[in-house]
Structures are given as structure tokens and as C-alpha cells.
């Protein structure tokens, strides 16, 4: 059916009728444009949000301790609670819904980092392995900490880009001596985030070394744990058994808002997800819109186009051409019109998302990129609307016999 | 090669029924060179559409070369249109974008002749109707007389059995529309069934038959008288056919 003839008939067509190409070639083409430019701004501002949000809402309960405000069976308040290494085996072990779990241990005073000769000062956390699942810790090099490291209290130390860059420089520091406030740990893994780069300059150490290394104690800071998928109520009545349990177990009023903190983020974290809902039905809904504009657009102007032909087709019926000729000469025109422009404005779009994509990150609005198949689903239906937009019309003026669209008066 | 008995047409003119063809009897032999005449409303430009396989008829018989054309499917009516039937019409309908060498070739495009071979053709035959130089001019560059010549040329590029003439000469000024006349006539000569539809007496004039229409019917069905062409009684011919009402 496409064979070189019908081809030349399409480019005579088309070059003789330039406003109009150019008419319905601009409005799918821009209808394509906004849209690929719509969906890239809508995932920009989608990643932006979740990146403001990156380290606050996951779907987790953290736990930490204060001071008691209220008296509580005879006990004075004022009273420090210590959370130790049992609140933490309790929780993991027999709490149920606990997806990852992790407890903080922190290390008092300046931490100081040395490696031949080059010093610095850095944060250091001593955690679970689990950890890494609360703060998305991507290990570019070796390995995050295990169970064997906590179990046999290894001096091994994961450390962040940052800490590589200043105390190693171009060297490997995998396997390397690291002498952390004077005790020698040994480099296991080096990581990076994607969230900030403070997050960067961390040293992370098995939680049971540092225990008795720097502190001789089980104390823990803080305690923290994910709870998968499951829904915000059942999450909130985790952190109430939570607050049951420790209360029980370290005497205060289960009310004493002081004495114990148990600050469930599923709630910020569903908000956060309904808030992306939000936005991508929005993105949609306009979307929709706009290809639609553009379908009616281009259906008119095809619309027009064949009326104003009319006398062309009959002249063309009266000279041998079959019905079905006329049809797919109007047809095929219009796919071809549609396709074209529709990929001009595609690739009219992805080039705008990526001037977009050039320009530094703003707050709420970072990476705009499209799902290409979306993209191209969406040349899909305008390229279907515009031969259904040929097809109707044309299929009418096929019908008319010939004499009638050729008649003089 | 024309067989028509007994052909009615009436079109519907909301609650009334106009009958524009009252029983029809007609027989066109081939290579017949015929005109037929009537003022309008008489019916003579449905009877054309008909013979074109371009409408429809309600009742009697239509026989084309033998074939019976009668209810046909649009795509059929097409094809046998593209095989019997060649058209030139009063105001030319040639395809304003077109080349004189493009549209003169279309019909073959049509009947799925290759491009090659197809505009070899069409510039024969430009050739033949004294257009060779025009060939890739478009018909908004040409004159009345030379679009009527492409569109002759256009008719005949598929070698039909009959070519029919709407008013050929309607849109042309009198010298314009005797050689237009000559180049049909030249036609027939060579063996072609030439149909023209006029209201133009001159023009019916120089065809071998004249058919009268009126309200419908056949009023008349005389031959043009043929005079040798040098003879000076030429003239003697002319009173039969100016006592015509038209």
C-alpha cells in the first residue's frame, strides 16, 4: 500500500497545501512537546519532593530516651532513662511487624581520625547492620557492616566519601589501618548517599565495639526500626506496644511524653506518598487534556481539509479511483502528517527536558525525565487520532458520487 | 457499445418526485461521434451521468459493451468507469497542484499502470493534443483551450471505449471551441465513441448524430447530414438543423 507512488501523491498533497500542513503538523507537534515537557516537569517536581523529604518520612519508628517529668509508683521525676542492649533484643526479637532494626551508640567527645600521619575529625555512628536501610547507604566500595562484626566486636569501619577523600586521597583505603580516638580499625567499605553530603563525612562502626571501646557500656542513643508495608495503623499500634513494653520495663508514666520518645514517620511518610498521588493525577489529568486539545485540532483541520477537497476526490473518482483509494490517500496523508510532526515535537520535548535537566537542582524540582514508552504511547494515539480524523471525513467524501462534487453551480 | 431501453430516473425534491428521465431508448453504435442536445432541464446532463457510470438509474437497462450496469458497488462502478469511460467536463476539474504530464497520467495511476511507463504515456499524448512544451506547467499557468486539451489528453491516456464530453466547449470562446471540436473529432476518427452533451447548436453541429432531449425523452434522433468536405453545397445542410427550437 505504501509503494513510492502513494508517496508522491502524499508530498504533492502536502506541499500544495502549506498553511494547512503547517497548521496540523504544529498542533500535534506542540501538542507532543507540552506533553513530553508536562510528564518531565511532573517527575522533576515528584523527585524533588521525595528528595526534600529523603531522610524524614520513611516508614519508621524511632525511639529515644529523655528525662522522666512525671512521678510514676512512688518515683521522683527528673529521673534519666537509659535505653540499653535488652530494649533492642526485646524489640527485634519479639516485636511483631519489624522489618530492619538498628540502634545507635554514640561516642562521647571529638572523634579523632588519623591514617599515616593525616588527621581529621569526623562524626561517627556505631549502628546495626540494619542501619542502611534507614538512611538508603550506598556502599560504592567493599562492604557495609555485618552480623559477625557486631557479634565478635570486630574493629572494622565503614566511612564515608568524604572521609576518603580527606584522610586517603586517590589511595584504596579498603583493608586500610584507621586509628579512630587511638584504637586501630580496620577499612571494610566506603559509601555515599545521595541525600547531603554530611552524610558523607560519617564513620560508621559495629555498635558492639564502640560499646566497649569508647564507653564499656550497653547503653544505646537511640533505637530505630522500619515496618515494611504495612498500613499507618497498624504502625501506630507498634509504637503504643513500644511505649507499653519500655514503660513497663523502665518505670514511667506510659503518658510521660519526656521519658520516652516513639515517633512513628509513616504518617509523614504517607502523607508524602498521597502528596505524589496528588501530583502525578494532576500531571495526568492535564496530560489528558492536552492530547486531547490536540486530537480535536487535528480532526478539525482534517475535517476542513477534506470538505475543501471535495471536488478533488470526485475528480479523482471520476478518473478510475476506487473508494477506498480516496480513503487511504486521506488516511495515509494524515498518519504521515501526525507521525512526523508528532516525532519532531518528541524530540522538540526530550531536548527541552534536557536543557531543563541542565540547570542546577532547585528545591522542589530535580532530574525532570519522561518514560520514553510514555511518550511514545501518547505519538501512538495522536498518530491513530489523526487517521480516525482522515478516516470519517473521508470515508463520507468516498461516498458522494462523483457527479455531485463535481457539479458546476 | 450503448444499449439503453427503457431508462428512468427521477431524484426526490422533498415530498415530490422529479422525474428527470422518461423511459429512455437509445443505441450508440461504437465509434459513433454522437451530441446530445437540450436545454437545461431537459434532462441531457443526467443522461451523461448515467452513460459515465457516474449515477445510478431507477429502472429500465443499461448495457455497456455488453455488460448490464446496473446497482453497481462504488468500486466496481470505478473500475469499469477507468476501463469504458473517458471524461472531459465543461470547467476542465483538472487537479489545480498537478503538473499538465501529472494529471494527464492520473487515471493510469489508478488502473496501477508504473510510473515509468505511465508518464511516457501521458507525454504521448500531451504531445498528440499539441501540448509537448506545457507538459510541467500547472493548469493555473495555461489558457481555457489548453486546459480543455489536457483533460482531452487526460481522458484518453487509459484508451477507453467512449469518451464523454460534459459542455466541453462551455468555458471556451468560439475559435477555442472548434479546435477543441476538431481534436475530438480527430478522436473519433481514429475509432473512439465520442459522447458531447451541449446546448451549443454549432457544437452539435459538427458530431455525425444529434440527440434532442426534452422534459426527459427522446425528441429527436436525426444524423447530421455529411457533405464531402470541399463541396460548396455545404451550406444546403444547415436550415434542418437551425429550425431546431434550441
Not at chain 1, 524540582?365 to 494515539?381: H, I, K, T, W
Not at chain 2, 431508448?25 to 446530445?36: F, K, M, P, R
Not at chain 2, 458531447?196 to 454549432?202: G, M
Request: proline share 4%; glycine share 8%.
Amino acid at each position: 500500500m505504501f509503494d513510492l507512488d502513494t508517496w508522491q501523491e502524499i508530498f504533492d498533497t502536502l506541499r500544495h497545501h502549506k498553511l494547512r500542513t503547517a497548521l496540523t503538523g504544529f498542533s500535534v507537534a506542540w501538542g507532543i512537546l507540552m506533553l513530553i515537557v508536562l510528564l518531565g516537569s511532573g517527575q522533576g517536581l515528584e523527585r524533588g519532593v521525595a528528595h526534600q523529604f529523603r531522610d524524614d518520612a520513611v516508614n519508621s519508628i524511632w525511639v529515644s530516651s529523655g528525662k522522666t517529668s512525671l512521678p510514676h509508683r512512688g518515683l521522683q521525676p527528673g529521673r534519666e532513662i537509659q535505653l540499653t542492649n535488652d530494649d533492642y533484643d526485646d524489640l527485634r526479637t519479639s516485636l511483631p511487624g519489624v522489618e530492619h532494626i538498628t540502634s545507635r551508640f554514640f561516642i562521647r567527645g571529638r572523634n579523632t581520625l588519623t591514617y599515616r600521619g593525616e588527621t581529621g575529625n569526623f562524626p561517627i555512628r556505631s549502628v546495626h547492620p540494619d542501619h542502611r536501610h534507614l538512611e538508603n547507604t550506598r556502599v560504592v566500595l567493599g562492604r557495609f557492616l555485618n552480623a559477625i562484626d557486631v557479634q565478635q566486636r570486630r574493629k572494622v569501619a565503614v566511612i564515608g566519601r568524604i572521609v576518603v577523600d580527606e584522610l586517603f586521597g586517590a589511595r584504596s583505603p579498603l583493608g586500610e589501618p584507621l586509628q579512630i580516638n587511638g584504637v586501630v580499625f580496620q577499612v571494610v567499605g566506603v559509601f555515599e548517599d545521595d541525600g547531603s553530603d554530611s552524610e558523607m563525612e560519617l564513620v560508621y562502626l559495629p555498635i558492639s565495639t564502640a560499646q566497649r571501646t569508647f564507653g564499656g557500656t550497653d547503653h544505646i542513643a537511640q533505637l530505630m526500626l522500619t515496618t515494611g508495608e504495612l498500613d499507618l495503623e497498624t504502625t501506630n499500634a507498634m509504637a503504643g506496644e513500644i511505649l507499653d513494653r519500655f514503660s513497663e520495663r523502665h518505670r514511667f508514666a506510659p503518658e510521660d511524653r519526656r521519658a520516652l520518645s516513639v515517633s512513628n514517620l509513616n504518617a509523614e511518610f504517607q502523607r508524602l506518598l498521597s502528596l505524589m498521588d496528588g501530583i502525578r493525577f494532576f500531571v495526568w489529568i492535564i496530560g489528558v487534556g492536552t492530547l486531547l486539545s490536540g486530537v480535536v485540532g487535528v480532526s478539525n483541520i482534517m475535517m476542513i481539509a477534506v470538505q475543501e477537497r471535495t471536488r478533488e476526490l470526485g475528480v479523482r473518482k471520476a478518473l478510475g479511483a476506487t473508494p477506498r483509494d480516496v480513503v487511504s490517500l486521506v488516511v495515509q496523508e494524515s498518519v504521515f502528517l501526525t507521525a512526523v510532526s508528532g516525532t519532531l515535537g518528541l524530540a522538540l520535548g526530550l531536548g527541552v527536558l534536557e536543557l531543563m535537566a541542565a540547570m542546577p537542582a532547585a528545591d522542589m524540582f530535580r532530574q525532570p525525565g519522561v518514560d520514553f514508552s510514555v511518550a511514545l504511547y501518547a505519538l501512538a494515539l495522536l498518530v491513530l487520532a489523526g487517521a480516525m480524523a482522515g478516516f470519517f471525513p473521508a470515508r463520507r467524501a468516498a461516498r458522494i458520487r462523483p457527479i455531485e462534487a463535481l457539479r458546476d453551480e | 457499445m450503448i444499449e439503453l431501453s427503457d431508462i428512468e430516473k427521477s431524484y426526490r425534491m422533498g415530498k415530490n418526485r422529479l422525474r428527470v428521465l422518461r423511459g429512455i431508448d437509445l443505441s450508440i453504435q461504437a465509434g459513433e461521434l454522437v451530441s446530445i442536445m437540450g436545454s437545461s432541464g431537459s434532462g441531457k446532463s443526467t443522461l451523461m451521468n448515467v452513460l459515465g457510470i457516474l449515477d445510478d438509474y431507477d429502472s429500465g437497462e443499461y448495457r455497456l459493451d455488453g455488460t448490464l450496469i446496473r446497482g453497481l458497488s462504488e468500486t466496481k462502478a470505478a473500475r469499469l468507469r477507468s476501463r469504458y469511460v473517458g471524461f472531459v467536463f465543461q470547467s476542465f476539474h483538472l487537479i489545480p497542484f498537478k503538473t499538465a504530464v501529472e494529471n494527464v497520467a492520473l487515471p493510469l495511476y489508478y488502473q496501477g499502470v508504473a510510473r515509468r511507463k505511465r508518464n511516457r504515456r501521458a507525454a504521448e499524448l500531451l504531445e498528440r493534443v499539441g501540448l509537448a512544451n506545457w507538459s510541467q506547467h500547472l493548469p493555473t499557468e495555461m489558457s481555457g483551450g489548453q486546459k480543455q486539451r489536457v483533460a482531452i489528453a487526460r481522458a484518453l491516456v487509459s484508451e477507453p471505449k467512449m469518451i464523454l464530453a460534459d459542455e466541453p466547449t462551455g468555458a471556451l470562446d468560439t475559435a477555442t471551441s472548434y479546435e477543441v471540436m476538431d481534436l475530438l473529432a480527430e478522436i473519433h476518427a481514429e475509432g473512439v465513441t465520442v459522447v458531447i452533451v451541449t446546448h451549443e447548436p454549432d457544437i452539435a453541429e459538427r458530431t455525425r448524430r444529434i440527440i434532442r432531449l426534452q422534459d426527459g425523452v427522446i425528441q429527436q434522433d436525426s444524423e447530421v447530414p455529411q457533405e464531402p468536405a470541399l463541396s460548396p453545397v455545404a451550406e444546403v445542410t444547415t436550415p434542418a438543423v437551425a429550425a431546431d427550437p434550441a
